[in-house]
C-alpha cells in the first residue's frame, strides 16, 4: 500500500492474468495434410474399415470354412488343426530349432521378439514424416511382421488336404439321423457286434476317423482281407475269430451294404 495513491494488490504468480481459451496445438509446421479429428479423420476410418467388412464377408461367403466331423470326445486319433489366424504359429513350431525340445524359443521367445520390436517401433523411428521412405524402422518391421505371417500360413495350409482330411474324419451324418437296416438275427452280426462295432459304430455309420461301412466298394473277399490285415489307419489283426465267422463278417457287412443307401465314404 502506497499512501496517498489508494490500495494495489499483489497479484499471485501461480494465476495467469489472462486466461488463455483451451486450443489445441498447431501441427502445421510439420509435413503433411493436417484434418480435423471429427468428422473427417474419423469419417475416414470408419469408410476404411467398412471397406475390408465388406471384402471380409464376401469372401467367407464365397469360400466358406471347410467342416469336418462332429465333436467326439471319445476319438483318440483326432488331430486337432488351429484357427487360420493362428496357423502361422502352427507351422513355426514345426521347424526344427522352433519346436521339439526347441519349443521355448518358437512358442515364446520368437513371437516375443516379433510383438516386442512392433510395440517398440513407434519409439524406435520418431521421425515427423509420413512418407515410406522417411521411416524406414516402422514400415520395415511391419512389412518383415506381415510377410512372415503370409509365409508361414501359406506353408500350413499348403500342407494340409482338406478334402483329404475331410473325408477321413467324416462321419455318415445321414445313417445317425435315420434308422438303418440292421439285421441282427444274421449270422455274421455276432461277429461285427464284437469286432467292429467299437469302431464303426451300431448302425455301421463310423466314428471319429473310422469311416462309413454302409456304402462300402470294396468285395467280399476284399473285407476278408482288410479285417486280417488292416487297411489305411486300421491296424492289422482286429478280427479275432475264426475263417468261418471271417466270412460271415464280410458277407454281413456287404449285405448290409447293398440294403441301405445311406451315404459315407467307407473303405
Not at 67 to 81: F, R, S, V
Not at 203 to 208: F, I, K, R, V
Not at 218 to 241: L, T
Request: include cysteine.
Amino acid at each position: 500500500m502506497h499512501r496517498g495513491k489508494g490500495m494495489k494488490f499483489v497479484g499471485d504468480s501461480r494465476i495467469k492474468a489472462n486466461k488463455e481459451r483451451n486450443v489445441p496445438k498447431d501441427y502445421s509446421e510439420y509435413p503433411g495434410r493436417t484434418e480435423a479429428f471429427w468428422p473427417n479423420f474419423l469419417l475416414r476410418e470408419w469408410l476404411t474399415g467398412s471397406v475390408f467388412l465388406i471384402g471380409f464377408l464376401i469372401l467367407v461367403a464365397a469360400h466358406p470354412s471347410p467342416l469336418e466331423q462332429q465333436a467326439d470326445p471319445t476319438n483318440a486319433g483326432y488331430i486337432p488343426l488351429p484357427d487360420w489366424y493362428f496357423l502361422f504359429i502352427y507351422q513355426l513350431l514345426k521347424y526344427q530349432f522352433a519346436g521339439g525340445e526347441y519349443i521355448v524359443i518358437g512358442a515364446i521367445v520368437i513371437p516375443g521378439l516379433a510383438f516386442t520390436a512392433l510395440l517398440l517401433a513407434p519409439f524406435l523411428d520418431r521421425a515427423p514424416g509420413r512418407t515410406v521412405n522417411k521411416r524406414p524402422i516402422a514400415v520395415g518391421l511391419m512389412l518383415i511382421g506381415v510377410a512372415s505371417t503370409i509365409w508361414l500360413t501359406y506353408e500350413s495350409v499348403s500342407e494340409v488336404d482338406y478334402q483329404e482330411r475331410g473325408e477321413k474324419y467324416a462321419v455318415d451324418v445321414e445313417a445317425q439321423e435315420s434308422e438303418v437296416e440292421i439285421d441282427t438275427e444274421a449270422a455274421g452280426y455276432a461277429a461285427y457286434e464284437a469286432n467292429c462295432m467299437q469302431c464303426h459304430g451300431e448302425q455301421l455309420q463310423g466314428s471319429g476317423n473310422n469311416p462309413s461301412l454302409l456304402k462300402t466298394e470294396k468285395s467280399v473277399d476284399e473285407i476278408k482281407d482288410i479285417a486280417v490285415n488292416g487297411i489305411g489307419s486300421m491296424p492289422a489283426d482286429m478280427f479275432s475269430g475264426s475263417d468261418e465267422e471271417r466270412q460271415q463278417l464280410a458277407e454281413f457287412i456287404k449285405e448290409t451294404a447293398k440294403a441301405n443307401s445311406g451315404g459315407g465314404s467307407g473303405e
